[in-house]
């Protein structure tokens, strides 16, 4: 593909995240490119499951030098069972433990603004903002 088609087809999966399908995938101050997917379940009676799905949710970054690519799949996932709601958040989770482990993440300083309350995670006791961690990566 052309180099000009490429950076439209970059354009719209970043869009994805920043402010489409998988908005919860979202990791405030990186940039990732995406694309989610719910599929029906085929029945083997014939045709498809109503109420059974496949969910996924596939990303790359961080951007503009992406050196991952992390496909999250979700089989009979209960609701939300859309691709980015279901899978976004699984995807942050790792993606961040990655970042923060490459040294690409650092923790929120108070002195900086306000993060977006939609990728932000409040502190249990205080409520107040804390920096997304995975519970994997926590000292506590």
């Not at 503009?64 to 699984?90: H, M, N, R, T």
């Not at 923060?100 to 932000?120: F, Q, V």
Request: proline share 10%.
């Amino acid at each position: 593909i052309s180099e000009a088609t490429a950076d439209t087809l970059i354009m719209l999966l970043e869009a994805v995240v920043d402010s489409g399908t998988a908005t919860k995938a979202r990791i405030e101050g990186l940039r990732v490119a995406g694309k989610t997917g719910t599929a029906q379940k085929i029945n083997p009676e014939g045709g498809y499951h109503s109420s059974l799905y496949y969910s996924t949710f596939v990303a790359y970054g961080p951007l503009p030098d992406p050196k991952w690519v992390i496909l999250v799949i979700l089989d009979e996932p209960q609701s939300p069972y859309f691709g980015g709601a279901a899978c976004g958040p699984i995807y942050r989770e790792i993606f961040t433990g990655l970042m923060l482990r490459e040294g690409n993440l650092s923790p929120r300083t108070d002195d900086e603004p306000e993060p977006d309350p939609a990728t932000t995670v409040t502190d249990d006791l205080s409520g107040s903002p804390a920096p997304y961690v995975p519970a994997a990566y926590r000292s506590e």
